[in-house]
Nanobody, 115 residues
Framework: QVQLVESGGGLAQPGGSLRLFCIASGSGFRIAAVAWYRQAPGKERELVAR???????TYADSVKGRFTISRDNAKNTLYLQMNSLKPEDTAVYYC?????????WGQGTQDTVSS
C-alpha cells in the first residue's frame, strides 16, 4: 500500500519560486512512474510534469523551462521545483504515483502566486 504526503506549498510573488515535496510511504516507489498535476479554481485537473522510472520527463507547455520534476528514490521523495512563477500557476497541486497498474494521489497543496 502507498500513501503520499505533500508539503512545500504556500505563497509566492510573481517571478518567485516554490519547491514542492511528496513523500511516499510503503514500498514500490523505486519502480513507480511519478507525476505532478494541478487544478485551478473552475478548471479541470491538468498534468504538469511526469517522470518515468527511466527518467524520461514530460512537461506541460505552460511550464516548460520553468518547472522541473525530480525524484530521490533513496528518500522515497518526489519534487517539483517551480521557478519564474506566474499568477496563472495558482492552483492546488497533487503528486501522483502509478505502480502495479494503480494510481495513488497526494492530499493536494495550495500554491498561490500573487503580488
Amino acid at each position: 500500500q502507498v500513501q503520499l504526503v505533500e508539503s512545500g506549498g504556500g505563497l509566492a510573488q510573481p517571478g518567485g519560486s516554490l519547491r514542492l515535496f511528496c513523500i511516499a510511504s510503503g514500498s514500490g516507489f523505486r519502480i513507480a512512474a511519478v507525476a505532478w498535476y494541478r487544478q485551478a479554481p473552475g478548471k479541470e485537473r491538468e498534468l504538469v510534469a511526469r517522470m518515468s522510472t527511466t527518467a524520461t520527463t514530460t512537461y506541460a507547455d505552460s511550464v516548460k523551462g520553468r518547472f522541473t520534476i525530480s525524484r530521490d528514490n533513496a528518500k522515497n521523495t518526489l519534487y517539483l521545483q517551480m521557478n519564474s512563477l506566474k499568477p496563472e500557476d495558482t492552483a492546488v497541486y497533487y503528486c501522483n504515483i502509478y505502480i502495479n497498474r494503480l494510481d495513488y494521489w497526494g492530499q493536494g497543496t495550495q500554491d498561490t502566486v500573487s503580488s
